[in-house]
T-cell receptor, first 115, second 110 residues
Framework: EAQVTQNPRYLITVTGKKLTVTCSQN?????MSWYRQDPGLGLRQIYY???????DKGDVPEGYKVSRKEKRNFPLILESPSPNQTSLYFC??????????????FGPGTRLTVL | DQQVKQNSPSLSVQEGRISILNCDYT??????FLWYKKYPAEGPTFLIS?????DKNEDGRFTVFLNKSAKHLSLHIVPSQPGDSAVYFC?????????FGAGTILRVKS
């Protein structure tokens, strides 16, 4: 089954404690991306990756890091989480943007609370 | 500065009637537009898309219209069903990334 998986689904942590949210896709997609969803703001892109070892900042990259060492995995790293990073996070993958009928497949989401 | 705007936070429609969700964009570099549907506790799922070279795309009960001169697109759902109740996100692509609107909550009343 084609899917994007994220772990954990729920996480409560404290300010400053490093954490990683994993994301994996089994569709051999080149493009992967992280979004955060906040009320009234929709989905905002944090980072994206066009392929292995190729990453770039989205609209709200501050406080986040990513890596793309393998095509299927795209972890999101919060080195020193702060309360303003409390949000619902989605990982997504797709063929490279710009192709026709290019839909992004989303993971189920990770709800993060930083106290 | 929001490049993709969905000005209606919510919409309520009677079952069987038409639902019209609207979206405006400001960036003329966007050349591909998509609609996603999201249920609670799930990730968004792709619904329908349209390329900038078209002005209409239809898929069953769902039709997306694009007015490039007005930088406006709309999603029509006919007839609306209770299962269509969800958050609908409009998204636009410039070839590098997707930019999403804030979403519109659609409630279809039976």
């Amino acid at each position: 089954e084609a899917q994007v998986t994220q772990n954990p689904r729920y996480l409560i942590t404290v300010t400053g404690k490093k954490l990683t949210v994993t994301c994996s896709q089994n569709m051999n997609h080149e493009y992967m991306s992280w979004y955060r969803q906040d009320p009234g703001l929709g989905l905002r892109q944090i980072y994206y990756s066009m392929n292995v070892e190729v990453t770039d900042k989205g609209d709200v990259p501050e406080g986040y890091k990513v890596s793309r060492k393998e095509k299927r995995n795209f972890p999101l790293i919060l080195e020193s989480p702060s309360p303003n990073q409390t949000s619902l996070y989605f990982c997504a993958s797709s063929l490279l943007p710009g192709l026709t009928d290019n839909e992004q497949f989303f993971g189920p989401g990770t709800r993060l609370t930083v106290l | 500065d929001q490049q993709v705007k969905q000005n209606s936070p919510s919409l309520s429609v009677q079952e069987g009637r038409i639902s019209i969700l609207n979206c405006d964009y400001t960036n003329s570099m966007f050349d591909y537009f998509l609609w996603y549907k999201k249920y609670p506790a799930e990730g968004p799922t792709f619904l329908i898309s349209i390329s900038s070279i078209k002005d209409k795309n239809e898929d069953g009960r769902f039709t997306v219209f694009l007015n490039k001169s007005a930088k406006h697109l709309s999603l029509h759902i006919v007839p609306s069903q209770p299962g269509d109740s969800a958050v609908y996100f409009c998204a636009a692509s410039d070839g590098n990334k997707l930019v999403f609107g804030a979403g519109t909550i659609l409630r279809v009343k039976s």
